[in-house]
């Protein structure tokens, strides 16, 4: 079956500084990948739609500058988080699509972020 | 613009109780709809999935859900509910069309009562 890796699965870190977080696809190619946000108690809010060798689509509301994310090959996607502050923290949970594939995502585990 | 909705923000059922989750979806065309679990810190877990064809769809832990194109649902049920089901539960749906998200309902949390 389709496995996505996410890494780190938590990490902590502290304001200012930057936090990548890693999102690959194990055994299948993914020519896209979405990146959610979910703060406690609410739900999966997409945060941005990243398609291999292109620049990502953030939705409203989402500052790119501060949300970096990058998909250079089929199989990696990375998401960095550049001067956290604590409101940034949150779960990232990453999802990707086969190449060519229509409706069947596959979830990464999530990244619980905590920034002190 | 396309949404979904679940009108429960949260519900309790008796343990071996049958359960229903709403699920209301707003799209031009008819989506793919998806329903998720969540226990508390952890990642998510699909329950089943609906395309097309056959319009009552059985997944895994004993789940079923309907699709209803008349009434834009996609209900969620099982019959008895069991402790361990209490968890978080998202309805999702997505165009059909390569390279678009999945966008998630708010969310139900099911409470099991003993």
């Known amino acids: 079956g389709a496995v996505v890796s996410q890494h780190p699965s938590w990490v902590i870190c502290k304001s200012g500084t930057s936090v990548k977080i890693e999102c690959r696809s194990l055994d299948f190619q993914a020519t896209t990948m979405f990146w959610y946000r979910q703060f406690p108690k609410q739900s999966l809010m997409l945060m941005a739609t990243?398609?291999?060798?292109?620049?990502?689509?953030?939705e409203q509301g989402v500052e790119k500058d501060k949300f970096l994310i990058n998909h250079a090959s089929l199989t990696l996607s990375t998401l960095t988080v550049t001067s956290a502050h604590p409101e940034d923290s949150s779960f990232y949970i990453c999802s990707a699509t086969k190449t060519g594939g229509i409706g069947g995502y596959t979830f990464g585990s999530g990244t619980r972020l905590t920034v002190v | 613009a396309q949404s979904v909705t679940q009108p429960d923000i949260h519900i309790t059922v008796s343990e071996g109780a049958s359960l229903e989750l709403r699920c209301n979806y707003s799209y031009g065309a008819t989506p793919y709809l998806f329903w998720y679990v969540q226990s508390p810190g952890q990642g998510l877990q699909l329950l089943l999935k609906y395309f097309s064809g056959d319009t009552l769809v059985q997944g895994i832990k004993g789940f079923e859900a309907e699709f209803k194109r008349s009434q834009s649902s996609f209900n969620l049920r099982k019959p008895s509910v069991h402790w361990s089901d209490a968890a978080e539960y998202f309805c999702a749906a997505a165009a059909n069309q390569a390279g678009t998200a999945l966008i998630f309902g708010k969310g139900t949390t099911l409470s099991v009562s003993s």
């Open positions: 990243s398609n291999e060798g292109s620049k990502a689509t953030y």
